[in-house]
């Protein structure tokens, strides 16, 4: 357990459709970073947030936004959801900003876009 | 495009044999992480290489980190069936922090 947490384990809509998908980090950790995973894609960096502030931007679609409360939870939104869309997606935490810090990641969200 | 690079795709190997997975970058790398994720698991972190020619050995597992920052390389010795899963390096570009590349991963399936 990474003591990171994910919510929902399981998502399942259809196209067209707009989720959330929820983060809480790792007590004290302050930066929080959401990845894709597909099988053809690899794990894809898309968006990192710093105590509250968007830090890095990866391949991060228009569709997609995030953002990370005061309480340093993070939320991933996925809207007008499209079938290549559906994905494992990871939710990790590091204490700080920076490379030098692993990086501790959640069990994910299987979104399913039918 | 993908900028750091993992070969072999798919690893299969014999229990107790060796075996080494490659990760290359086309660009300098400031440091490299490693992690496995388990079948149906999460990336798990398992280790970090910054100096240039490091090297750094975990029991049966031996990493090192090229002399030119842009490859990396993970040896495991006398296989074991614990060792199956997905391995990924990862490595931030040196003018890009907060975005880690990840290698597409070695699948390492073991057969007792």
């Known amino acids: 357990d990474s003591g990171v947490t994910q919510t929902p384990k399981h998502l399942i809509t259809a196209t067209g459709q707009r989720v959330t998908l929820r983060c809480s980090p790792r007590s004290g950790d302050l930066s929080v970073y959401w990845y894709q995973q597909s099988l053809d894609q690899g794990l894809q960096f898309l968006i990192q947030?710093?105590?509250?502030?968007?830090?890095a931007k990866g391949n991060i679609l228009e569709r997609f936004s995030a953002q990370q409360f005061p309480d340093l939870h993070s939320e991933l939104n996925l809207s007008s959801l499209e079938l290549g869309d559906s994905a494992l997606y990871f939710c990790?935490?590091?204490?700080?900003?920076?490379?030098?810090?692993?990086?501790?990641f959640g069990p994910g969200t299987r979104l399913t876009v039918l | 495009g993908q900028q750091v690079m993992q070969i072999p795709q798919y690893q299969h190997v014999q229990e107790g044999e060796d075996f080494t997975t490659y990760c290359n970058s086309s660009?300098?790398?400031?440091?490299i992480q490693w992690y496995k994720q388990r079948p149906g698991g999460h990336p798990v972190f398992l280790i970090q290489l910054v100096k240039s020619g490091e090297v750094k050995k975990q029991k049966r597992l031996t990493f090192q980190f090229g002399e030119a920052k842009k490859n990396s390389s993970l040896h495991i010795t006398a296989t074991q069936t614990t060792d199956v899963g997905t391995y990924f390096c990862a490595g931030y570009l040196t003018d890009s922090w907060g975005k880690l590349q990840f290698g597409a991963g070695t699948q390492v399936v073991v057969t007792p």
């Open positions: 990790a935490s590091s204490p700080k900003i920076g490379g030098y810090n692993e990086q501790f």
């Open positions: 947030y710093y105590n509250g502030e968007e830090r």
């Open positions: 660009t300098t790398l400031s440091n």
